[in-house]
């Protein structure tokens, strides 16, 4: 089972460039979202979606944006890469829309982006 | 001030001992709480669920504090596998279908 895909794993960018992280699971889930993991910060919520065409902002949106034109994909776009940019992103997806009462979680392997 | 507040440790523990970690949160309107271990540069994996009750599955035991707005994680006859961080989630009734999460609390069990 494939379940939460994320590529790339690694990226390195140059400030000002744009790029997409790309998200795709299998296992038909409506619920998908984008997290970022910085040092003594946590995970934190960038946006999330809870079907195909619905998308809402989380914690920290600035700077990214999202689609979802599918049910199985939810791409993450830097629209012009800063510094403040490079962190550890963790797509996760799940079963129940109702995450925050279900804690069902299912994390991608996370995608290690540096700005520089 | 962070909404969810962790000890990011390390812990460190022998073999076989009993160690806590405590998860703080400030907003008493929070409805819902989860522990989730994540190995080192791996994703986060749901642990285990906290009810008001509390929750054991095995030698992990989740227990929650309203009134002092914590929850703990025990674990008991710890192993070396054990080690990882271990990051508390919380839903704040924020009317956002998330959770919000802590920093992790780092545990290294030793041999």
Redesign the interface.
Known sequence: NAGVTQTPKFQVLKTGQSMTLQCAQDMNHEYMSWYRQDPGMGLRLIHYSVGAGITDQGEVPNGYNVSRSTTEDFPLRLLSAAPSQTSVYFCASSPDLRVEVTGELFFGEGSRLTVL | R?E?EQD?GPFNVPEGATVAFNCTYSNSAS??F?WYRQDC??????LM?VYSSGNEDGRFTAQLNRASQYISLLIRDSKLSDSATY?C?V?E?TG?????????TRLQVQP
């Open positions: 962070k969810v990011p409805q819902s989860f540069r791996k994703e986060p994996k749901l669920s990051l989630a839903n009734d956002r279908r998330a959770l919000t999460f802590g920093s992790g």
